[in-house]
Structures are given as structure tokens and as C-alpha cells.
């Protein structure tokens, strides 16, 4: 496979972050900055610009974003020089970015950085705002000209998730496009940037072992398993908004079935790459209202006593009404309708307050034609391949081997590679690595507004089903793997594979 010519970083940017008072800036995009910063990652000449209502001075922002370096950097990683030189670049302007009559004042900001740092107007906007303005911003950008390129590099990076549904996903397609090409887009799915992630890739196209085995004719179903052993925090105003269909399984989920299913590309770049993405969304089987009942399963978590500690129902959390039908868990089964997957059923699930965290794909392989070995009860060792994304990254292959002695009985072993052993977690941090990539101009790992269209055209009938009263939302215990009923969506005698924190020895010992 071919891979994607060496891509150039601008000499000079500036990277404009809307809701740089908000708490992803404080928790993912400045600590990323600063990596990027002390790995020499950045453009020679850059600068940051928060934006935000908080009524901030340059001078009163750097201190506050050292405070979050301190909490948030793994440890060891702080440096109080280091983050003294990167902060310097930082700067802050206090605005609205909601009201369009604050608009020309960036502008002017902007223009004296650009005197500051020599930049040509090279800006990236981040938009780290509430969803309800990702149609705003980009409209009051076109009424002040800061969309046009004019020669500068100018690019837009926008948060999931893309539109609340089908419509209001098309509505802000033709927004964006109305003032800026595709290629300056860049829609941010921050589990693309996980190596863990693109390692699947790697798992399937750089080895001749899985490629004969990776279809309907070997594979019998494929489970993928993305949960949190936490509540929703402080953000009880948006999830209830939003809920775990809108906030996992459109965008992370949706892109992990199609990182599982996809064809191998002709050439490893972003068209090609992102095309095979949009077949599989292409290929999703959709589901008649009778289907969704019976393959779609929604639950909320109810308080209980776990580990000790007393956890409050959803319904009790900050800002969250007391009826609220906001599901907090999903399971699913769907079908990809195509050669290489006809009939394989692929089982999806997301969920909070679940009791451990924990996100992995599980392929399961087809039983032997014929059982000549079982084990000490007389059943068969099934063959998995578990890829697991977070945490304790890594891959394990389970398969049966005999049983030392008289006799021909096998039992379960695995063969165990965790990533660790590269020398250092491969994983990294997500955002750096998908900054860096749009300042690379690299958007392979960025969403399409094609994918985010066909995505939204299958899920969108859930959700409009789920708008009727009698559509079931089951209650689950916090601590639990959610409601009994999602077991029922799982054909013959297979159930979930319930994963624990711990990818390797978890026969001998289960860490949750």
C-alpha cells in the first residue's frame, strides 16, 4: 500500500479556539498544544487566540491555562520554563461568538498578531463551543471575510456532533459550504487520533494472515464495546441534549464499524481512505420501525450501591429533568449489506456508569466444522480476536490448545501483544495528533460531509422512532452492563462479551 506524500507545516499560524474558556480547551487542547510544543511540532511562528464571554486579559488567561497544564499533563510531563515559553504565545480575546457585531473586533485582533508573528493570515478556527453554534460561527466569520483564503491557509475544525439529525446535518453542510471548499473542513472525531484506533488498519492491511479470514465466509459476528464506569460530570446541560446515540454511536462507533468493515484502499491517502469509509455507511442495512423495536436497545442508569459508594440516577444528576427520556446506554444489532459481510451481524454498544471503561472490538471466528476436541464440559473453545482500544491497549488472539497428559481435551489460551511493549504507550494523545494533522493539511482522519450524510440516514429513523411514547426506555443500576433486555438482541446461544479493565490474563483475574 502506498503511502501519503510528506506533508508540510506552515512557517506561521494562528489557531483561533471559540469557547477557549471552556473546559476542553482547559482539558485536551492546550495540554495537546503543549505537547506539540515540546515535541518542535508547531509552526516556527505561531499563536494561539481564545475567544470566549469570560472576561479575560492575556495576561490573566496564561495563568489560568498553566493552572490546567499542572492537572491535566500525565505526570512528568509539566515544565514550568517549558510551559512559560509556550504560553507567551498565547493570547485572549474577550467576545461573544455568538453575537455577529463582535466579529469585526477579531478581525482586528487577528490583524495585529498577524503584525506580531509575521503571519500571512494562515488562521485554523477550533470550534470548542456548544453544538447550537457551529451554524453561528461560521456565518459571522463569512460577514467579516475571515473565511476567505485569499492565497493564506484558512481551515474550520468542528466538534461532534455534526447536526442532532439528519436535517439539521444537511442544514449545516450547506452552511459551511455556502463560505468554505470541503478540504478546509475538518470535522474532529478525537478516537480517529488514537493509535490504538489506526492500528486496526494496520492489523488488517499490512498482514497477509487476516486479509483470506476477514469476511462472512470465516467470521460469524463482530461485537464493538465503547463504555465509562463515570456518570455525566458537569455536563448535564448538553448530554441531556444529547444522549449516547448522538454522542457515541453516530460518529465513534459508526466510524469503528467502518474501520472493521471497510475495503482495503487503493493507496493509503484522504480521498481514497475516506472513500471506503462512506461504502460501508453506504452498505448499512436500514431497519424497518418493527426492526428498530426489535434490534435497538435503549436504557438509563438508576441509582445504586456500587463499590461501596451510593451513585445517584441520571435523573437526579445537575440539570437533568426528572422525567427525562435521555438514554444513557445503547445496544444495537446491524447488518452490512455487502459482499464481504452479508449476513455477519454487527453488535454495537456505548453506556455510562457501566463497571469498567473500557472501548475494544471483538471478532468472532466460526466454529470448526467438526468438533473432534471440546473441553472438561464438552464445549467448544471459540477463536476471538480482541483489539482493544483503551485502556491496557492491545491485541489478544484466543484459540483452543490440548491440555497436557492422556486425553484430547483443549481449553482457551491467548496469544497477547500490548502495545507497552513498543517501548512506551502507542497510544498517545488524540488531539495532538489530530492538530497536527490539520495543520499538516492531513484530513484522512477527519470526517467528510458525505460520511456524516449517510451515517445520519441510518440513524435518523431511530431516532424519529424514539420520539413515540411507547418506545421502551429501560432503567439499569449503575455498576451494571446495562439492561437484561440488550442481551435478548444477540442471536442463538452468544451473549456480550463483557470485557475487563485488565486485556491480558483476564482467565486467571477480572479487574474492573
Not at 510531563?77 to 474577550?94: G, I, K, N, T, W
Not at 460518529?251 to 493509503?268: D, G, K, R
Not at 483443549?410 to 492538530?435: E, H, I, P
Amino acid at each position: 500500500m502506498q503511502m501519503t506524500p510528506q506533508l508540510t507545516r506552515p512557517e506561521s499560524l494562528i489557531l483561533v479556539i471559540f469557547g477557549g474558556s471552556g473546559d476542553l480547551t482547559k482539558r485536551k487542547l492546550i495540554p495537546s498544544l503543549y505537547q506539540l510544543f515540546k515535541q518542535g511540532k508547531l509552526p516556527d511562528r505561531f499563536a494561539v487566540l481564545g475567544l470566549g464571554r469570560t472576561d479575560y486579559t492575556d495576561e490573566s488567561y496564561r495563568p489560568h491555562l498553566d493552572e490546567s497544564l499542572r492537572k491535566y499533563l500525565a505526570e512528568g510531563e509539566y515544565d514550568a520554563s517549558l510551559s512559560e515559553q509556550f504560553l507567551s504565545s498565547v493570547h485572549y480575546l474577550s467576545m461573544d461568538p455568538a453575537v455577529a457585531s463582535d466579529y469585526p473586533k477579531l478581525a482586528t485582533r487577528l490583524s495585529e498578531l498577524d503584525l506580531l508573528i509575521r503571519n500571512p493570515g494562515n488562521y485554523i478556527y477550533y470550534l470548542s463551543t456548544p453544538p447550537s453554534l457551529y451554524g453561528v460561527v461560521p456565518q459571522h466569520l463569512m460577514s467579516v471575510g475571515l473565511n476567505r483564503a485569499d492565497g493564506a491557509l484558512r481551515r474550520i475544525v468542528i466538534e461532534k456532533p455534526f447536526g442532532y439529525n439528519l436535517d439539521s446535518a444537511l442544514e449545516l453542510n450547506k452552511i459551511y459550504q455556502a463560505g468554505f471548499h470541503e478540504d478546509q473542513l475538518y470535522r474532529i472525531d478525537h478516537f480517529l487520533g488514537k493509535e490504538t484506533v489506526q492500528d486496526i488498519m494496520a492489523l488488517r492491511f499490512a498482514n497477509g494472515i487476516f486479509e483470506p479470514l476477514w469476511n462472512r465466509n470465516y467470521i460469524e459476528r463482530v461485537e464493538i464495546t465503547a463504555v465509562e464506569n463515570m456518570g455525566i460530570e458537569s455536563r448535564g446541560g448538553f448530554y441531556d441534549q444529547t444522549g449516547a446515540l448522538r454522542d457515541m454511536v453516530q460518529n465513534h462507533l459508526a466510524q469503528l464499524v467502518a474501520l472493521t468493515a471497510m475495503e482495503p484502499p487503493v493507496q493509503f491517502n484522504a480521498d481514497l481512505f475516506r472513500n471506503e469509509v462512506v461504502k460501508v455507511y453506504q452498505s448499512f442495512r436500514p431497519m424497518s420501525d418493527e426492526e428498530i423495536r426489535r434490534r435497538v436497545i435503549r436504557g438509563q442508569y438508576t441509582e445504586s450501591e456500587w463499590k461501596g459508594e451510593h451513585h445517584r440516577a441520571y435523573r437526579e444528576e445537575d440539570k437533568i429533568p426528572h422525567d427525562s427520556r435521555t438514554e444513557t446506554f445503547l445496544a444495537m444489532k446491524l447488518y452490512i449489506d455487502n459482499w464481504r459481510w452479508q449476513g455477519v451481524p454487527f453488535y454495537i454498544r456505548t453506556g455510562k456508569m457501566m463497571p469498567t471503561k473500557v472501548t475494544e472490538i471483538v471478532v468472532h471466528f466460526k466454529p470448526t466444522p467438526h468438533k473432534m476436541f471440546t473441553t472438561i464440559d464438552g464445549g467448544a473453545v471459540p477463536n476471538q480476536l480482541v483489539i482493544r482500544i483503551q485502556p491496557d491497549e492491545g491485541i489478544s488472539l484466543k484459540f483452543a490448545a490440548k491440555v497436557p497428559g492422556s486425553g484430547f481435551e483443549v481449553k482457551k489460551v491467548a496469544m497477547n501483544f500490548t502495545y507497552d511493549q513498543l517501548g512506551g504507550l502507542a497510544s498517545g494523545d488524540a488531539y495532538s495528533r489530530l492538530l497536527e494533522d490539520c495543520m499538516l493539511g492531513d484530513s484522512t482522519l477527519f470526517t467528510r460531509s458525505d460520511a456524516v450524510e449517510m451515517s445520519w440516514r441510518f440513524f435518523d429513523p431511530i431516532l424519529r422512532l424514539w420520539q413515540e411514547e411507547d418506545f421502551p426506555l429501560y432503567g439499569y443500576p449503575a455498576g451494571t452492563w446495562g439492561p437484561k433486555q440488550s442481551d435478548l438482541i444477540i442471536e442463538r446461544d452468544h451473549s456480550w462479551t463483557n470485557p475487563c479493565k485488565n486485556l491480558t490474563n483476564s482467565e486467571l483475574y477480572c479487574e474492573l
